[in-house]
């Protein structure tokens, strides 16, 4: 492990990653909950056309795919309230559009290699400024999480016992679908378009295997990714893995695990 600090690239890939990490899982076990977390697959994708067109006018990746995604994020949100198209086939119809077009930018300007980096991310992709504004909307996810996490509870289980009680439902909503759209564009840079969406399902689901309180299912989710993350990175640099990939492998393994422990302490009840 301390093999790994020596390293500039590991340094920020470790940062960036455990940051996201941890805001995927909170944020997770409410898009879970609402039946709502292919949203942050959907989000990829359009995050990977935004990163396209960024590297193709020559742009920071993250200041064209952050406001690309939180505006992609408002409309799902919007489109998926509209009784005609639900929120699936909403997602489907962003995410496929968003990809097709980014492929192509990709295959027009960069080549194919740089759609591999995109795809499946990159512990190398992470410079100075993307780290420094990763650390910013990261910072920024976790607070108005921990501020809200009340409303986002109420929120979560009941919308409507929350709006007959006063809660700005749809506000709240907003808020989770912006933090979800942060989170993911930090995200892709290590993880990629394509395996982001793990990160936001995979703890939630673990979690939930042995635990049944939304606060013991968000701190178990958090440690749980944050765990992973660092196992995964490590198999990355001993062993020359993808980034992503392994990260997910990992996450597979430990809801695998979890999921028998649940069998198990089930039965004994």
């Not at 340094?11 to 455990?18: F, P, Q, S, T, Y």
């Not at 980014?102 to 993307?130: C, H, P, Q, R």
């Not at 993880?191 to 939630?204: R, T, V």
């Amino acid at each position: 492990m301390l093999e790994m600090l020596q390293y500039d690239f590991m340094v920020k890939a470790l940062i960036v990653g455990l940051l996201v990490a941890l805001c995927s899982a909170l944020l997770g076990v409410s898009l879970v909950l609402k039946r709502f977390s292919m949203i942050g697959d959907g989000l990829s994708h359009v995050g990977f056309g935004a990163l396209a067109l960024g590297a193709a006018l020559g742009l920071a990746p993250l200041s064209v795919a952050v406001p690309v995604i939180v505006i992609a994020a408002l409309i799902l949100l919007k489109i998926s309230s509209n009784a005609k198209i639900k929120g699936d086939a909403a997602i489907a119809l962003v995410s496929s559009s968003a990809l097709a077009i980014g492929t192509i930018i990709l295959s027009k300007t960069t080549g194919t290699t740089d759609v591999n980096s995109y795809m499946f991310g990159s512990i190398m992709a992470i410079n100075d400024e993307d780290l420094i504004l990763s650390v910013i909307y990261s910072v920024i996810v976790i607070a108005l999480f921990i501020f809200f996490y009340n409303k986002i509870f109420a929120v979560t289980f009941d919308e409507g016992f929350s709006k007959a009680t006063g809660v700005k439902v749809g506000a709240y909503n907003t808020i989770i679908a912006t933090l979800t759209a942060l989170t993911v564009a930090v995200g892709m840079r290590i993880m990629g378009a394509l395996l982001i969406s793990s990160l936001i399902i995979f703890p939630a689901l673990t979690s939930m295997r042995v635990f049944k309180s939304f606060r013991a299912v968000t701190i178990c989710s958090a440690v749980v990714s944050c765990i992973s993350y660092i196992t995964g990175i490590t198999l990355t640099f001993y062993l020359d893995f993808p980034a992503g990939p392994s990260v997910v492998i990992v996450n597979l393994g430990v809801f695998i695990i979890f999921t028998l422990v649940g069998i198990i302490t089930g039965k004994r009840k």
